[in-house]
């Protein structure tokens, strides 16, 4: 018998890769398990693993230690002497800690944090699973956290509260799917149009020529500035890291056509 078409072409909604499964899984589990920790201990985890830029400023940006803590002095803000303190306890060994830029990715701050990112790993990871397998959606996450936290910490350098989260990680999967999500659909030998992780990815050009790349970029972009800055309705549980989620972004943009496996549409420009 002859497979169906429109059987064929159909993507139950939750049925996710694994490698996207078990990402959220891992992300959940973290932080179900931080719940069991004492407060203090769990403190000592962020100091550990999350993005501190002031540590990576003094360690790798010849800023030196006193200079940190005279602008978190000059902080108009009744806690300015606790981040003082802070600031002391967390320079005082001069680490770098190069792995924070990425195990900061694996903590978030609430419940609300790590669900909204699974939620946004799982619509944009999912398309990015199918298309390039397990390793190389991996190697996109790792380098768009990386990415992320780098521009994070070069924007906020003398910054000492941690910083966490996927929300870089998942930026460059949502980058890198808009390379290929709204291509136009090609027809495959066995009769039926590609899917969307299967169109093959357009050239730059051609997305910045085409109208649904720029509303999907629009938006995201006007999102970030709404959470980051004006943060309507008491929806953020903390300040938004946008640095963070831009330099996601921009380092999946470049990145994946290293990564894409399918080669590139010829251009629909004119000559």
């Known amino acids: 018998m002859m497979p169906n078409p429109a059987r064929s072409s159909r993507e139950p909604i939750l049925n996710l890769p694994s490698v996207v499964a078990w990402s959220i899984g891992v992300l959940v589990g973290i932080h179900a398990l931080r719940s069991f920790l004492s407060e203090e ?17 003094v360690a790798y940006g010849g800023v030196e230690v006193q200079e940190v803590l005279n602008a978190l002095r000059r902080a108009s803000s009744p806690e ?20 924070t830029a990425l195990t900061y990715a694996f903590l978030h701050g609430s419940w609300s944090h790590v669900l909204i990112n699974g939620i946004w790993l799982a619509a944009f ?5 199918r298309r390039c397998g397990t390793g190389r959606f991996l190697a996109l996450a790792a380098v768009s956290a990386v990415g992320g ?3 994070y910490a070069f924007m906020n350098s003398l910054q000492i509260i941690p910083m966490i989260g996927a929300s870089a990680a998942v930026s460059g999967m949502m980058a890198a799917a808009s390379w290929f999500m709204f291509a136009p659909a ?10 969307a992780h299967e169109r093959r990815r357009e050239g730059l050009l051609d997305i910045v020529r085409n109208r649904q790349v720029l509303i999907f970029l629009g938006v995201w972009f006007a999102a970030n500035y709404l959470f980051g800055f004006v943060q309507p309705f008491g929806v953020a549980d903390a300040s938004i890291a946008w640095e963070a989620h831009v330099g996601g972004f921009l380092v ?4 994946f056509p290293l990564l894409d496996p399918l080669p590139p549409r010829r251009s629909r420009l004119p000559a």
Do not use: H, K
């Open 149 to 151: 936290a780098v521009l």
């Open 125 to 129: 990871g999912t398309p990015i699973a």
């Open 41 to 57: 201990t769990d403190f000592r985890l962020l100091l550990d693993y999350a993005v501190i830029p002031a540590r990576w400023a």
């Open 252 to 255: 999946g943009l470049a990145f």
């Open 186 to 195: 090609e027809w495959l030998p066995e009769g039926r149009p590609t899917l």
């Open 80 to 99: 300015s002497s606790s981040l003082v303190a802070l600031g002391r306890f967390v320079l005082q060994d001069g680490e770098g800690r190069p792995w």
